[in-house]
T-cell receptor, first 112, second 116 residues
Framework: QQPVQSPQAVILREGEDAVINCSSS?????VHWYRQKHGEAPVFLMI?????EQKGHDKISASFNEKKQQSSLYLTASQLSYSGTYFC?????????????FGTGTRLKVLA | DAGVIQSPRHEVTEMGQEVTLRCKPI?????LFWYRQTMMRGLELLIY????????DSGMPEDRFSAKMPNASFSTLKIQPSEPRDSAVYFC??????????????FGDGTRLSIL
C-alpha cells in the first residue's frame, strides 16, 4: 500500500542529474515531494495536483502521470545541498476518505 | 513567524511509563497531523485533525496510543503504557485547512522517543 520509490539510494557528483520515481498501486489525487536531511524534519518541495502536471523550482522539477499512478522528481545539476532523503507523499481515497501515505524514501548523496 | 513547535525534543523513559508528546501548530493552520518515523516502517501517518476534530485515526497502532486536540493551538499524543517498540521519532505537522491534500505540510522538529 505504501508507494514505492526508486531508486532506494543514489550517489551523485556535483553537477550530475538524478531522477527519483514514486509509484502507487492506487489512484492518486495529489503528490507532494519532501526532502529530509539527517536528524531534521521533512521540508516541503512541491505539490502536483493534476495528472500531467509538471512543476519546477530552481533546478528541481517534478511530473505527475495520473494514468500510470506515478510521479517523478528531477534534480538537475545537483548541488551538495541536495543531499538527503526524498519522500513522496501521496493523496489517495479509501472508503470515501482521503488517505495520505508517504513513500518508501530515496536516499541521495551528492559528492564534491 | 514561528513554525510548528514540538516538546520535548528528546524523551527517554522506562517501559510501562506514560509518555505525552506535545505540539503547537502554526497559527491559522486548521489541519494537524501526527507521524511516526522509524527505519523499518518509514514515515507513518498516525492521526490527523481538521478544525480540532479527529478525521482519521486508522494509523494509530493500538489502544495504547491516544491523541487529543482541545483547541486550535495545542495537541497531544499519549502512549500509555509505553513499550520499547514505540521508540521512534514522532513528528507533528500542520497545514492550512480547506483541502489538506493540496496544501504543503509544515513539520515540527520532532520528538525522539526512546523506551528502555
Amino acid at each position: 500500500q505504501q508507494p514505492v520509490q526508486s531508486p532506494q539510494a543514489v550517489i551523485l557528483r556535483e553537477g550530475e542529474d538524478a531522477v527519483i520515481n514514486c509509484s502507487s498501486s492506487k489512484a492518486l489525487y495529489s503528490v507532494h515531494w519532501y526532502r529530509q536531511k539527517h536528524g531534521e524534519a521533512p521540508v516541503f518541495l512541491m505539490i502536483l495536483l493534476k495528472g500531467g502536471e509538471q512543476k519546477g523550482h530552481d533546478k528541481i522539477s517534478a511530473s505527475f502521470n495520473e494514468k500510470k499512478q506515478q510521479s517523478s522528481l528531477y534534480l538537475t545539476a545537483s548541488q551538495l545541498s541536495y543531499s538527503g532523503t526524498y519522500f513522496c507523499g501521496t493523496g489517495t481515497a479509501k472508503e470515501g476518505t482521503y488517505k495520505y501515505i508517504f513513500g518508501t524514501g530515496t536516499r541521495l548523496k551528492v559528492l564534491a | 513567524d514561528a513554525g510548528v513547535i514540538q516538546s520535548p525534543r528528546h524523551e527517554v523513559t522506562e517501559m510501562g511509563q506514560e509518555v505525552t508528546l506535545r505540539c503547537k501548530p502554526i497559527s491559522g493552520h486548521n489541519s494537524l497531523f501526527w507521524y511516526r518515523q522509524t527505519m523499518m516502517r518509514g514515515l507513518e501517518l498516525l492521526i490527523y485533525f481538521n478544525n480540532n476534530v479527529p478525521i482519521d485515526d486508522s494509523g494509530m497502532p493500538e489502544d495504547r496510543f491516544s491523541a487529543k486536540m482541545p483547541n486550535a493551538s495545542f495537541s497531544t499524543l499519549k502512549i500509555q503504557p509505553s513499550e520499547p517498540r514505540d521508540s521512534a521519532v514522532y513528528f507533528c505537522a500542520s497545514c492550512i485547512a480547506g483541502g489538506w491534500s493540496n496544501q504543503p505540510q509544515h513539520f515540527g522538529d520532532g520528538t525522539r522517543l526512546s523506551i528502555l
